[in-house]
């Protein structure tokens, strides 16, 4: 006699591990509502008898958190911005003008990717303080307004674009940045989104960068500040974790609302980088 | 920054005047070439190349970053190999490496196929599994540590509940780094899996169909069809996953500083507490050299045996 399950087996697998990547999060979320009573109570509790706020409460009043929340997003604001501006100008000149040097500074572009940060990050923080940028947001954003990553990201896209379409245009009488503003361009929307996604998420994330050029706690990003806290309230949990929903929160909404171009980036990470 | 006002007209120099008319059109094409291509090269090569030379000089010295650097020659280098603290952050590094790198392609490849099947509930799983993805190394290892605190902790409370002694993990010497590698799954796997869902998806279905007509097993299917079509992202994955692995530091430094007993202090964190904390910026620099020359070569060594076998993927 065969024994057959009401359901695929495959669930089996999937709702554990679908449970152990999500509670944690769940946790982080129920914990920060929790009272420093309730975290402290042995067996411990997962969800708070009620909606306590001390733990936000105390965040806000006693650490710069609206301010590092603000710092972090103009950091990934700018690189965002700027991403898409010197990428995409790059990405188009490597794939489609000709000009000299452009074979040389492609290679030695992909190149840098072997690079470590931990290399890096010695010269560049001795090179920010002989210009008077360290311990200033400008720091935190400069590395970030453009990568190799991103201009190799769009030139593969350019690539794959038609040239038909800009020859009319040149025909027509456009110059080239005309031609790359006005036609080129809005065909790139779904590449464009995806460096925009990519960026958002490796510079809100950031944590060595920001760790090593900035000291001053008004100048800090949120993951700054989080690993700050943590030294200094160590047992504060519901802080900590008040800390951790307010940094991470926004991207999870924003993941949950763009899944799928969110998994298209990743998978373009992937495949292409 | 000096070095983008020092590039930007040499470039400009060497094309512009040139008088005859063909010239003229050449160098207007290498003008407007450089005018759309400058500013980013030179963001990315003026904060990687750059840096990376003058690295090299540093590493040569001894330097506290203040008072005048003394010339040693390679003796930092020699000194790296002699430095217990190096080997033990090295035998640390390679741990970890081990334990992530295939772990997270094994699980990545059963998510994926697990993803892959028509089953309901899938886009429950799917957004579950990836959005640890999103959030931050520093918070995952704050909520991480949390979660494993051995008093009041998730982790020992499950341990309880069935009966099985608790543990330390953070706090304990021997499980630290595991632990740690597990969080570093956590956070993770979510990449391999998309990708080697996009893979299977990308596999032709007619591939699989005939081989089931002729009478294969799935798993025979499986092993013979669908593990090789996936060879060229293991290649990218071991590459990413590797340099991932190797340079793991904002985790670490949310849960355990280095700690207990060092027991959790890797290559990269050394060179971080070398440069920022105790101020050796000479000996540091010499270690992230190392560091660089041994990722270059693992990188090279998996694209050379994937070129040798077939799977290329660059």
């Excluded at chain 1, 009043?61 to 898409?84: C, M, P, Q």
């Excluded at chain 1, 010197?86 to 840098?112: D, E, H, N, P, Q």
């Excluded at chain 1, 954003?141 to 038609?162: C, H, K, N, T, Y």
């Excluded at chain 2, 509930?121 to 051995?150: E, K, M, Q």
Aim: glycine content about 6%; aromatic content about 12%.
């Amino acid at each position: 006699m065969k024994w057959r399950l009401p359901f695929s087996p495959w669930h089996l697998l999937l709702m554990p591990l679908a449970l152990i990547f999500v509670l944690p999060l769940v946790q982080m979320v129920l914990t920060s509502f929790m009272s420093a009573q309730e975290i402290n109570q042995f067996p411990p509790k997962f969800i708070p008898t009620s909606l306590h706020l001390e733990g936000y409460r105390a965040l806000l009043s006693e650490s710069h958190i609206v301010r590092w929340f603000a710092n972090t997003v103009l950091v990934s604001a700018v690189a965002v911005v700027s991403h898409l501006i010197l990428c995409s100008l790059a990405g188009y000149a490597f794939a489609r003008l000709k000009f000299a040097g452009r074979g040389l500074a492609f290679v030695v572009i992909v190149a840098t990717v072997m690079v470590p940060m931990q290399l890096l990050m010695i010269p560049t923080y001795l090179m920010f303080a002989r210009i008077g940028i360290v311990d200033t947001l400008a720091a935190a954003f400069v590395p970030w307004l453009a990568s190799a990553f991103g201009i190799f990201l769009m030139r593969q896209f350019f690539l794959g674009l038609p040239v038909e379409l800009e020859e009319a245009a040149r025909l027509d009488g456009a110059g080239t940045l005309r031609t790359f503003v006005s036609v080129v361009l809005p065909l790139a929307r779904p590449a464009l989104a995806t460096l925009a996604i990519f960026t958002l998420l490796s510079s809100w994330n950031d944590l060595l960068w920001p760790l090593v050029a900035i000291s001053d706690d008004t100048k800090f990003t949120l993951q700054v500040g989080l690993a700050s806290f943590q030294g200094t309230r160590r047992t504060e949990w519901s802080q900590l974790m008040a800390g951790n929903v307010i940094a991470t929160l926004p991207l999870i909404v924003a993941f949950l609302v763009a899944q799928r171009r969110f998994i298209a980036t990743m998978t373009f990470t992937g495949l292409k980088g | 920054m000096a070095v983008t006002f020092a590039a930007t007209p040499r470039t400009q120099q060497e094309s512009a005047p040139r008088p005859p008319r063909r010239r003229g059109r050449a160098a207007r094409r290498t003008l407007i070439g450089w005018g759309f291509a400058a500013p980013a090269t030179l963001v990315v090569v003026g904060l990687s190349i750059f840096p990376a030379v003058w690295a090299f000089f540093i590493s040569r010295t001894k330097w506290n970053g203040i008072a005048p650097a003394t010339a040693l020659g390679w003796r930092n280098y020699e000194r790296i190999v002699q430095d217990p603290d190096a080997a033990a952050a090295a035998k640390h590094t390679l741990v970890l490496t081990l334990l992530f790198v295939p772990g997270s392609i094994l699980l990545g490849i059963l998510i994926a196929v697990a993803l892959n099947q028509k089953i309901r509930l899938l886009g429950f799983y799917r957004t579950c599994i990836f959005v640890p993805y999103v959030a931050s190394a520093a918070a995952t290892g704050i909520l991480a540590s949390f979660v494993f605190n051995p008093q009041f902790g998730a982790a020992n409370e499950v341990l309880r509940r069935i009966g099985l002694p608790t543990q330390g993990f953070l706090e304990n010497p021997n499980q630290a780094l595991v632990v740690i590698c597990l969080i570093a799954l956590w956070g993770e796997v979510g990449f391999c899996a998309v990708i080697y869902l996009a893979a299977l998806q990308d596999i032709p279905a007619e591939l699989v169909e005939a081989a089931t007509v002729d009478g294969a097993s799935r798993w025979r299917v499986f092993l013979h069809i669908t593990l090789p079509e996936l060879r060229p992202v293991t290649v990218f994955t071991t590459i990413w996953q590797t340099i991932t692995a190797m340079q793991l530091f904002d985790l670490i430094y949310t849960t355990t500083r280095g700690g207990p007993m060092n027991s959790t202090q890797t290559v990269v964190y050394y060179i971080y507490e070398l440069a920022f904390q105790t101020q050796r910026l000479g000996y540091g620099a010499a270690l992230a050299y190392l560091l660089f020359a041994v990722t270059l070569l693992l990188t090279l060594i998996v694209m050379w045996y994937s070129r040798r076998n077939g799977s290329e993927s660059f």
